[in-house]
Nanobody
């Protein structure tokens, strides 16, 4: 059974940090591009950051460059999103998604925000004082 399970969300003050985790099961992480996406109420889903399966190449949305860092540990079947200097506009439900690496690379993975092979259920991130 394929599962992607996000965790690490919560309430944080502006300027604070959170680390999201996406644990996958039921498939081998080595052969998938993984992305983090977010969706705030009333807004379109946005590709936040994506990471390749092989060479570690990454993509970041302009809105998070310099603040967020994506990483993966294939041995632990886990992808992380370290979020620093959080802003109220980062408030959203954050989802991880997986797409086979033969069918995509990091930039299109993030830009095309739908039609992924697998999705997680999401974790809420709220940035507020």
């Amino acid at each position: 059974q394929v599962q992607l399970v996000e965790s690490g969300g919560g309430l944080v003050q502006p300027g604070g940090s959170l680390r999201l985790s996406c644990v996958v099961s039921g498939f081998t992480l080595d052969y998938y591009v993984i992305g983090w996406f977010r969706q705030a109420p009333g807004k379109e889903r946005e590709g936040v950051s994506c990471i390749s399966s092989s060479d570690g190449s990454t993509y970041y949305a302009d809105s998070v460059k310099g603040r967020f860092t994506i990483s993966r540990d294939n041995a632990k079947n886990t992808v992380y999103l370290q979020m620093n200097s959080l802003k109220p506009e980062d408030t959203a439900v954050y989802y991880c998604a997986a797409q086979p690496s033969f069918s995509t690379t990091v930039q299109p993975m993030c830009i095309m925000t739908y039609s992924k092979e697998y999705w997680g259920q999401g974790t809420q991130v709220t940035v507020s004082s």
